[in-house]
């Protein structure tokens, strides 16, 4: 069998930065203090259950009342609202902010556009943690649009700004674009949609003549479900799987398989479905 890694897959920067804020935080002493995220750090069960051994906690984010002056939450690349770090701070605890840099940048638009009395409008998952952060800094004028249907049914302020969740499909926001920007032309409209994001879906788009694709991520992940979604459109068998394990056993069977991973799948889960699919090969 042949194994064809996407040219980009794994690891994005800011997944990098959050778990090596967790890393460097479970490795400092802690006499009596916990180490907690607020939420679950990153969209991967196999880097969550191995930093939950290391006694990595998760933090529920309405309940700050166990926490003391001893115990350190993380934010996770997500972000949070203002108030709920506020919260926190009060309680005496350190926080730890790994909100990814490219989350900040839309926070601080939402934050200064929203004080011009713009309204927000955020092309996303209303659900996702990310939109939820941002649109907490819009001082209650935003606007959350999942599908170009709903930007079709929109009505639109004449003082708006777009923005977008940053591993939100680039397809849907061009389409969410166009059609707000034929309500109102002056439409200010910010493409904050991750780079990262767009190098893994190009770099998928460039595995040719593969008899299938495995996607490596979690199930949870936004970016992991949009390549996936992706695969399937290019190979006549694809597959989403989050460990080793799980690969079909069909693709065994097939002489070129190419892999890919989302933005919250480290290394050695990708390096372990390419030993088990080769290592499968020899036998």
Not at 33 to 58: M, Q
Not at 123 to 150: L, M, R
Request: net charge negative; with cysteine; aromatic share 4%.
């Amino acid at each position: 069998m042949k194994v064809v890694r996407a040219a980009v897959l794994g690891y994005c920067m800011g997944v990098k930065r959050a778990v090596e804020s967790a890393e460097k935080a479970l490795s400092c002493p802690h006499d009596s203090g916990c180490v907690y995220t607020l939420g679950p750090l990153i969209h991967n069960p196999s880097v969550l259950a191995s930093l939950s051994e290391r006694g990595l906690k998760v933090l529920d984010a309405e309940d700050f009342s166990n926490l003391t002056p001893d115990d350190t939450v993380i934010i996770r690349a997500h972000g949070t609202t203002p108030q709920t770090e506020s919260d926190i701070k009060k309680t005496g605890a350190c926080v730890i902010d790994a909100t990814c840099p490219r989350v900040h940048v839309s926070q601080k638009r939402a934050s200064e556009w929203s004080s011009k009395q713009y309204t927000i409008i955020i092309a996303g998952d209303k659900n996702h943690g990310e939109v939820t952060s941002i649109a907490a800094y819009a001082n209650g004028q935003c606007v959350v649009v999942q599908t170009p249907e709903e930007a079709q049914s929109l009505e639109l302020p004449s003082h708006s700004v777009l923005l977008a969740q940053t591993t939100f499909s680039p397809d849907q926001f061009a389409q969410i674009a166009s059609i707000l920007k034929q309500k109102n032309p002056d439409l200010k409209v910010f493409d904050s949609i991750c780079t990262a994001t767009l190098e893994r879906q190009q770099a998928l788009r460039s595995l040719s003549n593969v008899d299938g694709i495995i996607v490596i991520g979690g199930r949870n992940s936004a970016n992991t479900r949009r390549l996936y979604e992706s695969a399937l459109t290019l190979a006549a068998k694809a597959c989403l799987i989050e460990t080793a394990d799980e690969i079909p056993e069909d693709f065994f069977e097939l002489e070129t398989v190419g892999i890919t991973a989302g933005a919250s799948t480290p290394d050695s889960v990708i390096d372990a479905v390419e030993n088990r699919l080769t290592g499968s090969a020899l036998k």
